[in-house]
């Protein structure tokens, strides 16, 4: 069995429904789709972001919709927490100076700590991860 964690990108794709997605999971079997504590941070400063810049009483309302219609899909996955494992190998990818961001850093890391496979259509970025597996859903099979 395989334990999959979708990283920011991909939840949000699967939030909106994305069709390559959603096939892709329906064929998973036994395995496990999962999110880190990083996603659900990311996801849910997005929308904190979006309701500070909320310029009226229309878009604070849509703004709070769409985040309490986030926070649901969010828990339908699994929780990858943040591991004293997993800040190691965070550091330990940080001192490899691979020039990616911190958020995509941490997300390998949780990754590789739990022996996972992140699924990603950021190629560019996690391709420098040495030893992180990754998949892009959204390509036909």
Known sequence: ???????????????????????????????????????????????????????????????????????????RFPLLTLSASALDEYNRLRALKLNIGPMDLRIAGIVLANDATLVTRNRRDFSRVPGLQFEDWTEIV
């Open 1 to 75: 069995m395989t334990t999959f964690v979708f990283d920011t990108d991909t939840f949000s794709l699967y939030r909106r429904g994305n069709p390559d997605l959603l096939r892709r999971l329906k064929v998973l079997g036994g395995d496990t789709v999962c999110v880190s504590v990083f996603t659900v941070e990311e996801a849910l400063s997005g929308w904190y972001g979006l309701l500070r810049r909320a310029k009226n009483d229309t878009e604070l309302l849509t703004v709070y919709r769409r985040l309490e219609e986030t926070i649901p899909v969010l828990a």
